[in-house]
């Protein structure tokens, strides 16, 4: 079963057309959230780490929340710049490693 | 200069070959990781390291080996390369002392033919 869901696969987007990208998991007593953002042939790059339910971090036209169930990177007024592709990972309770396990991720496309 | 960098970026070879990729850091940190990422897959852990005398397998450790040189130095092996470890593959670091946040290297692009 797996831990990390995202959703959904791909969204293509107008440029200004605010909407959000959704990551669910499975795990309890998370240990920690992470969102980073993808360009096609390079390596994730980090963005955001999220710890509990409640708590939203931002930057630029990002912003991420966080629930007991879901995390949600909002993207508001998104220009073309932002396509890429964005995964979730979460770092279970279980091992005390320090290992995450990533979502599939969400591709997004924002059109002039 | 980037601070994860990875050699060779792209790679082909043929079955039955040995492979080495290396991944080098500036950074300091004292955690490498090695992973995997395939088409509809997602990123998979294959082997980490939180210091030079630790070596731990991950997700998907089958056909791989690893060799952590130097604080600075992480390298994974092929010993027999079979197609589908066609993939790209990522080296990562972290800081426990810094929320333990993964940093990618730029990626190698294998193909196994």
Redesign the interface.
Known sequence: EDQVTQSPEALRLQEGESSSLNCSYTVSGLR?L?W?RQDP??????LF?LYSAGEEKEKERLKATLTKKESFLHITAPKPEDSATY?C?V?PPNSG????T????TMLLVSP | DADVTQTPRNRITKTGKRIMLECSQTKGHDRMYWYRQDPGLGLRLIYYSFDVKDINKGEISDGYSVSRQAQAKFSLSLESAIPNQTALYFCATSDPTRADTQYFGPGTRLTVL
């Open positions: 920690g992470f980073y042939g390079k390596g994730p790059e980090f780490t995964l990972a770092r490693y320090s290992t995450l990533f979502g599939k991720g």
